[in-house]
């Protein structure tokens, strides 16, 4: 400071203060108008391209709920957010970053799509629980070993958990090309359909995922709110010394916990093989383990907001591959307009967390 | 011979959008600024370097080394733009680093996409630089008598003028982050903000700048992918993953400018590997795991050592409040 000191101290137009406390109102108010603000954005690049914001919008809107058949398909896009994203809310509460939710949903998907291939004679019923729980083990077992080195040597778990993406895709790939794996009499790189016995049932047109998917929900939410496993984990996350110190096993809540969050990406895997591709590639998980951390992010890991955040999300996406089709605006929009969407909701929780004081203003701190 | 040697040739050209993918985010990490915004940052390059050097020869109805220019600024800044989101989020309202940073990259890759679609549309049916402009990229500089040396001519004097920029780049970056004071405060921002502050170094123009100016050095990388890679036409998804490959790569190369030189080299060799040597018996797919099983390796070894001089910037991933301290 001894170049500083010299100098007049100038005071900052606007000074920061954090805010005690924010009513629910308030900080929800603070979102709309966040909200508010990207889809505005949004409006101005495609007025900027010369169409209509509106009918674009609404024709989104349109794309996804209009028809029987978009509903269907835009809960289908849901499912596996939503799963997901509370997998991976279990690892962020301990502030562990489990970026490899993609590789755990192939992983899942590929232990699903193992057991159909290799036992096309299990009756029905058995088969699918078969394929569920070996992908909730194989996908839970995969999302463990960045934990095991976590716990043991403090190894970078985000960088970890990335670097395993890549292989599980390179694994499936690698499967493409096993004989026992493909098609019968042909030898294509594809891992083949499988038979309609390793099929989901539906109810209302969607693989019960979906209901799956909300029991989901609520077991979650209890876990982490009124279970003592859910209250080691907000420990663990809150302050590793104090867990110590309170005596909790963090190596063990950690494994745990990862075991738990990468075991729902297995399902997600499951999921998406068995009951909406009907076979596994290495787009399977299409981004999903990626989108789903801004799900559990923007829904403040709450179970219940998240359905609604993976549901919007849902709706961008299948939206804009209709107003490509409608409007001729590239599908690619829907990732553009997540982006601007998320880039505000990011900026707006300064807002509802902190407090800019003008500096006119004295005496409160 | 011919072999090692194609290898190695093809091996720098495959490595050098790794490099200077990896140089930005190597610059940004040392500010402590973990942005996973780096495939975002490429894709946003690559369709400003190719719109600009596309929409230079449109008005100037002629390519060349002016469009390729123009290509190189328009990248540069398209990935100081995506950084400059990441840096106002994270620095200036606190956001968390991971999740903006995957912000970005879902936003990169859809601004790249979707521009890539509308420019592909005006152009007619796909856009595409003029041959001109493309030997302006990916043509061999001439370096007279030089080039003409057998075997050292050919394996170190043949290459387009990227492959030497990024090379100069990572030498300059070396001896910036080692050797001048800016470049060791910059370090000191990233290993310990609070330290740094109490020093009196301004910790946020430090972060702004070195996260704006490392995004820019990621835009050029992707610019490398669309220009010399794909030669001057857009293809859809055309980064593919390179800019998480760069990330690990700044893992492999412990964050390093000048080790980054060498482990570009070996990571590009990795990635085309497989269309040189076969080894029997182990499928091609298994060779395109060893960049990220080497990555991965890297990181356990240096966490077991608990080595200070090849780890992560201690403060990287964290923001930093001043009131929090």
């Known amino acids: 400071m001894s170049a500083q000191a010299s100098k007049e101290i100038k005071e900052p137009l606007f000074r920061i203060t954090k805010r005690g406390s924010i009513t629910a109102g308030k900080a929800w108010a603070i979102r709309g108008l966040a909200l508010l603000g990207a889809l505005l954005t949004g409006a101005l690049l495609i007025l900027l391209l010369g169409h209509n914001p509106f009918e674009v919008y609404a024709s989104m809107i349109s794309g996804a709920f209009g028809k029987k058949i978009a509903i269907q398909e835009t809960v289908k896009l849901t499912i596996p957010l939503l799963i997901t994203g509370i997998g991976l809310a279990f690892a962020f509460k301990m502030k562990f970053w489990n970026i490899g939710g993609e590789g755990q949903i192939l992983m899942g998907g590929v232990a699903a799509s193992a057991v159909a291939i290799y036992g096309t004679s299990l009756p029905h019923v058995p088969k699918l629980l078969l394929m569920a729980t070996a992908a909730i083990v194989v996908g839970g077992l995969y999302g463990m070993i960045p934990a095991l080195f976590k716990a043991k040597w403090g190894t970078n778990e985000t960088l970890f958990t990335l670097m395993m993406n890549y292989i599980a895709i390179q694994f499936i790939m690698f499967l493409q090309y096993q004989p026992a794996w493909q098609e019968e009499r042909t030898s294509f790189p594809k891992i083949r359909m499988l038979d309609a016995s390793a099929y989901l049932p539906k109810v209302f047109g969607v693989h019960i995922g979906w209901i799956i998917s909300l029991i989901l929900v609520f077991v979650a939410y209890i876990y982490i709110a009124k279970t003592k496993h859910g209250y080691e984990i907000s420990v663990v996350g809150d302050s590793p010394n104090t867990a110590r110190y309170a005596g909790i096993n963090v190596s063990r809540v950690l494994i745990r916990t990862m075991f738990l969050s990468a075991a729902l990406c297995g399902l997600v895997g499951f999921l998406q093989v068995s009951g909406s591709d009907g076979t596994l590639t290495e787009n399977t998980a299409n981004g999903v383990g990626f989108t789903a951390i801004t799900v559990a992010w923007l829904a403040k890991m709450n179970p219940f907001a998240m359905v609604l955040v993976s549901l919007f999300i849902a709706v961008l996406e299948r939206g804009s591959s209709s107003i490509q089709t409608s409007h001729g605006i590239p599908s690619s929009a829907a990732s553009l307009l997540t982006g601007i969407i998320l880039f505000f909701m990011l900026g707006c929780e300064f807002f509802i967390n902190y407090r800019l004081v003008h500096r006119g203003k004295k005496g409160e701190n | ?325």
């Open chain 2, 1 to 325: 011979m011919d072999i090692v040697f194609n290898l190695l040739t093809a091996a720098v050209l495959a490595g050098t959008p790794l490099l200077l993918g990896t140089l930005g985010e190597i610059l940004t990490e040392k500010s402590g600024n973990l942005n996973l915004g780096v495939e975002g940052m490429m894709f946003m390059g690559a369709i400003a370097g190719i719109a600009g050097s596309w929409f230079t020869e449109q008005w100037f109805s002629g390519g060349g080394f002016a469009a390729a220019f123009v290509g190189l600024i328009t990248s540069f800044l398209a990935g100081c733009l995506g950084a400059l989101i990441y840096a106002f989020l994270t620095i200036t309202l606190r956001a968390n680093q991971n999740v903006t940073g995957l912000t970005l990259t879902i936003f990169g890759t859809g601004f790249g996409n979707f521009f890539g679609e509308l420019l592909g549309k005006k152009a007619g049916n796909f856009v595409a630089v003029t041959t001109e402009t493309k030997n302006a990229f990916a043509g061999a500089m001439n370096f007279g008598p030089l080039s003409k040396i057998p075997v050292i001519g050919q394996l170190l004097f043949q290459y387009n003028w990227l492959v030497y920029l990024s090379i100069i780049l990572a030498i300059a970056m070396a001896w910036f982050l080692n050797k001048t004071r800016t470049g060791l405060n910059l370090r000191a921002v990233g290993e310990s903000p609070a330290t740094a502050d109490a020093a009196g170094i301004n910790v946020t123009k430090y972060k702004y700048a070195a996260t704006i100016i490392g995004g820019g050095i990621c835009g050029i990388a992707g610019m490398y992918i669309s220009m010399v890679t794909c030669s001057g036409v857009w293809v859809h998804n055309c980064v593919n993953g390179y800019g998480w490959l760069a990330v690990a790569l700044v893992i492999f190369s412990t964050w390093s400018p000048s080790r980054a030189l060498l482990c570009g080299l070996i990571f590009g060799g990795l990635k085309i590997l497989r269309l040189y040597v076969s080894i029997p018996g182990v499928a091609t797919q298994i060779y395109d795991m060893l960049p990220y099983i080497a990555t991965i390796l890297v990181l356990i070894i240096t966490s077991i050592r608990q080595s200070k001089e090849l780890a992560q910037p201690k403060s990287c991933g964290l923001n930093y409040f001043r009131e929090d301290r």
